[in-house]
């Protein structure tokens, strides 16, 4: 499931007693009427996901995600449900490729599965004097910092720039169509 807003308690026990997923869409659901009830979830056991629901409408950007969930957690709770920057990572990543059901392909870098990761500039100026990676990955790394995309082992993007595909040949198409 995804957007969870305005649940009861009774729903949060009945989606953990039933092993149900919940994906989280931060910044799609900060526009909505609503709160997002993380904390009621990761307490009631239900696991969860973070997601970007419509990429056409928001900006495709998981640190962003990761961000405005760890805010929106600590504005709903006043900082009384602690969630750390490690579990955002976690259901940015695993998390989401459990839900997808493809966690025995991707989601972790694990021996025997696909080798999809992204590397980001630690000396990017955002990123400077963060000691803790899982810190910087959320609370201010931003797309511009990618320097490297693999993907099943291809590398698609090196030093920013597009290696396995004709970007501004498929701008071009899309603009045509």
Do not use: W
Not at 42 to 66: E, H
Not at 92 to 114: Q, V
């Amino acid at each position: 499931l995804v957007h969870p807003l305005n649940l009861e308690a009774k729903d949060f026990e009945a989606l953990a007693r039933n092993d149900v997923r919940y994906s989280i869409s931060p910044i799609g659901e900060a526009g909505r009427t609503g709160e997002t009830q993380l904390a009621e979830l990761l307490q009631a056991g239900v696991k969860v996901s973070i997601s970007i629901d419509n990429v056409t409408a928001d900006r495709c950007d998981c640190f962003g995600c990761m961000k405005m969930l760890q805010l929106l957690n600590r504005h709903r709770t006043a900082g009384k449900t602690s969630l750390t920057t490690k579990k955002l990572v976690q259901m940015a990543t695993i998390d989401g490729a459990l839900d997808l059901g493809l966690a025995d392909k991707t989601g972790s870098l694990t021996p025997g599965k696909r080798a999809d990761l992204i590397l980001v500039k630690s000396g990017a100026p955002s990123m400077r004097q963060i000691g803790n990676p899982y810190d910087a990955l959320v609370q201010q790394a931003q797309p511009s910092d990618i320097d490297t995309v693999v993907v099943d082992g291809r590398i698609l993007v090196r030093k920013r720039e597009f290696t396995a595909l004709e970007y501004e040949k498929i701008a071009a198409d899309a603009s045509n169509a």
